[in-house]
């Protein structure tokens, strides 16, 4: 499929699945040959990088752990403007290696946050792996440690990442089209 139409809008393809699925043995290879001999502990983001999680996963041959939090945003009522939270970290992160695994760092509003709270838990080490990264939008000085592909500042669906919740399940990634 080069186009989709979801819910209003038209996508075209702009990763091709077998694309993805060779970029994330990559950068399984390359993990694996960074942490040898060391037991890595994955945080997935829910629910955007379910996928990419999974197969990232899949091609890890460390001793490794998974397991999977929400960032939650809320408009606070106060004019300081949004505040978050973190949802179900519920292992103890203190000396471990973490690898975060998300979908998509866009402003790097969320990553900034998630990266800041997990520092503060005093980890081993703290990595970012990030399927998509849009350089062009990012607002902090943050640099994820792995990603998939840089991609345009424009909306993206599929591979786990959903245009008002579908689009999910597309095995390719597609981009708004204009
Ligand atoms: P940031 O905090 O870096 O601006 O954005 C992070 C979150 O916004 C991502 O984890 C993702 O959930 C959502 N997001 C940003 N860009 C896109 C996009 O192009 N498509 C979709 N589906 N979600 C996006
Ligand atoms: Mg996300």
């Known amino acids: 499929m080069q186009e989709v139409i979801i819910h209003d809008k038209t996508f075209r393809v702009l990763i091709e699945a ?19 001999g060391k037991c890595v502990l994955f945080l997935g983001v829910m629910n955007g990088a379910f996928l990419f999680a999974a197969d990232l996963f899949k091609s890890i041959d460390l001793e490794c752990e998974i397991s999977f939090i929400r ?5 606070g009522t106060e004019s300081t403007g949004a505040m978050k939270n973190v949802l179900g970290l519920n292992s103890n992160i203190e000396g471990r290696d973490v690898i975060i695994i998300e979908d998509i760092v866009d402003t790097g509003d969320t ?8 520092n503060s838990k005093n980890p081993a080490s703290l990595k970012l792996a990030t399927m998509v990264f849009k350089p062009a939008a990012l607002k902090h000085p943050l640099k994820p440690d792995y990603v998939g592909f840089e991609v345009p500042p424009d909306f993206l669906v599929g591979y786990g990442l959903d245009y008002d919740q579908l689009g999910r399940n597309l095995n390719d990634i597609y981009i708004l089209k204009t």
Do not use: F
């Open 111 to 118: 990553m900034k946050y998630l990266m800041h709270e997990l």
């Open 18 to 36: 077998d694309k993805i699925q060779q970029r994330v043995k990559e950068i399984g290879t390359q993990i694996n040959s960074e942490y040898k």
């Open 71 to 75: 960032v939650s945003s809320y408009s």
